[in-house]
């Protein structure tokens, strides 16, 4: 099983910045795409940024330029610099592995799982006016 910690949430000035950053741990073969979504309250789950192995990103169209997104392919970690934040930043923040395979154990024996996603379990972002 994989297991996704999310750090760094906290409350923050408008204009301000924060850096969360997101690491993988388990039995990890591949992961194709990490990234991060965030939700406030009374709001549907909106992706915020992901970034591919090759390090190919994308960002909602509500945060291009003021966040940029990274990670470390070796230690399955990923980072969300948000800058220039807004109030209308403020959720919880998920990080979220996809197309992960790990390594298990078939028949006791050691094989490859097929891709899945894993889903940290948040952390609070809070951009005051």
């Known amino acids: 099983q994989v297991q996704l910690v999310e750090s760094g949430g906290g409350l923050v000035q408008a204009g301000g910045s924060l850096r969360l950053s997101c690491a993988a741990s388990?039995?990890?073969?591949?992961?194709?795409?990490m990234g991060w979504y965030r939700q406030a309250p009374g709001n549907q789950r909106e992706l915020v940024a992901t970034?591919?192995?090759?390090?190919?990103?994308t960002f909602a169209d509500s945060v291009k330029g003021r966040f940029t997104i990274s990670r470390d392919n070796a230690k399955n970690t990923v980072s969300l610099q948000m800058n220039s934040l807004k109030p209308e930043d403020t959720a919880v923040y998920y990080c979220?592995?996809?197309?992960?395979?790990?390594?298990?154990?078939?028949?006791?024996?050691?094989?490859?799982?097929?891709?899945?996603?894993?889903w940290g379990q948040g952390t609070q972002v809070t951009v005051s006016s």
């Open positions: 979220v592995a996809k197309g992960i395979r790990t390594v298990v154990v078939v028949n006791g024996s050691l094989s490859l799982s097929e891709l899945s996603d894993y």
């Open positions: 388990g039995k990890i073969f591949s992961c194709n795409v």
């Open positions: 970034i591919t192995s090759e390090g190919d990103t």
